[in-house]
């Protein structure tokens, strides 16, 4: 936006500066002008045959270009030490600019370290290089999310393209083989552009809210998943306590599922359990969710949150997804204002636990 120039700050705290010193030095010899007169007669008074008294004609005429000098040497002292010292006072705001305007221009990697005491300046500059560091990782794991779904998305319309070469250039093998593995391919791309629009969905935090029961979201998860579990040989329990939360019931739905899900695509074959639990607590609303499994390690399970992250010691099935599931998981917690935490299991598999505000 433009905008008509004006005074810099340095010049406008120089005047100020300056003009405070005038001020002061006005007044300390209007004290001194108002002390000498109450001791000066406004006449002249004759003393012996010779001498007289001066009277404030006299001392007004001796007073005053004096006090009119120093007047001017203070005016003088004040422009050029306040000069100097706004100077002094504005360095660290001349590095927050230049700072500010590096980032501007696309470089995140440059931070401020301002030294020097705890004051405004230094509180300024922390808060700033933080800023920086939150932008740069956030960029980043843009970065790393583009690629990776580019890469993600790549994969089945590469699939396709080859399989409709092949029934291209053979009519003939167009059989049902063929049309199940296009079928396939296409559920997989649209699955992920799905999960990719849910997860924009989220984190724009474009959604109505209203009450939201987590022990009724669990219970319709796990009964909508129980013939997926019974399938694969797993046992899921439950044991949920109403749990009132102010959110999106769509996307704490999706949230309920992708965990039961999860839970059941990542376990033990033929022998698994899952635990599904709600409650309430003073502050909050809690909703966990645990499975039996491989152990994980505390890196890899630190690392299963971002977008496309699979634990390759975990068990794979035509079911594993499209490396969204927690990712979508987080990104709707962080849309509640809430916290996920991943813990893996002593004896293998994980616990992962949604904390959400009280409803």
Partial sequence: MDRAPGLSVRLKLTLSYAGFLMVAGALMLAVVWVFLLRYVPDYEVMFGPAGQIPNRSDLLAAFGPKAAAMLVFLLAFGLVGGWMLAGRMLAPLSRITDATRMAAGGSLSHRIRLDGPQDEFREL???FDAMLARLQAHVDEQRRFAANASHELRTPLATTKTLLDVAR??????????VDRLHTVNTRAIDLTEALLLLSRADQRAFARGPVDLSLLAEEATETLLP???KHGVTVETATDVSRTVGSHALLLQLTMNLVHNAIVHNLPGH????????????????AVENTGERLSPFLTSTLVEPFQRGTARIRTEHAGVGLGLAI??????????????????????????????G
Avoid: C, Y
């Avoid at 917690?333 to 505000?357: F, I, S």
């Fill in 169 to 178: 250039d053979d009519p003939d093998s167009l059989t049902g083989g063929l």
């Fill in 125 to 127: 500059a922390d808060s």
């Fill in 228 to 230: 997926f579990a019974e």
């Fill in 272 to 287: 698994g359990t899952v635990w599904v639990t709600t409650g309430a607590h003073p502050g909050g609303v809690r909703l």
């Fill in 329 to 358: 998981v987080n990104s709707i917690t962080q849309a509640h204002d809430g916290t996920l935490t991943l813990t893996p299991r002593a004896a293998g598999g994980l616990r992962v636990t949604v904390e959400l505000p009280n």
